[in-house]
């Protein structure tokens, strides 16, 4: 399983930014996938994951970024997007895309430990 993550850049306070992460080399119909990022000096946290079996589909987001920030259902192309809005100086990391084939409960899925495949990071700047 390969994740490819992109879509990083600079953006202004209360704007927005698309990040994609591409994913191939297997399946994900019945699959986890995740955004966690990680500031400088900082561990890496969760963002927000998006939880596929079939034709169900969960989300479930960090309190942080509720509201602003949207795993859009779509699938298409094997790329999962997760669109960024009213975006603020505390957003700027490096944001990371994470899969697992594991996990029923979409809200139990926020740590590290628990993502099997990890893209590369794309980094994000928030600033005026």
């Known amino acids: 399983v390969q994740l490819q993550a992109s879509g990083g850049g600079l953006v202004r306070p209360g704007g927005s930014l698309t990040l994609s992460c591409a994913a191939s080399?297997?399946?994900?119909?019945?699959?986890?996938m995740a955004w966690f990022r990680q500031a400088p000096g900082k561990e890496r946290e969760f963002v927000g994951a998006?939880?596929?079996?079939?034709?169900?589909?969960?989300?479930y987001y960090a309190d942080s970024v509720r509201g602003r920030f949207t795993l859009p259902r779509n699938f298409a192309m094997n790329t999962q997007h997760l669109q960024m809005t009213d975006v603020k100086p505390e957003d700027t990391a490096v944001y990371y895309c994470?899969?697992?084939?594991?996990?029923?409960?979409?809200?139990?899925?926020?740590?590290?430990?628990?993502?099997?495949?990890w893209g590369q990071g794309t980094l994000v700047t928030v600033s005026s």
């Open positions: 994470a899969a697992t084939l594991r996990g029923l409960i979409v809200s139990s899925l926020r740590t590290p430990a628990q993502y099997d495949y």
């Open positions: 080399g297997r399946t994900f119909s019945t699959s986890v």
């Open positions: 998006i939880r596929r079996n079939g034709g169900n589909v969960s989300m």
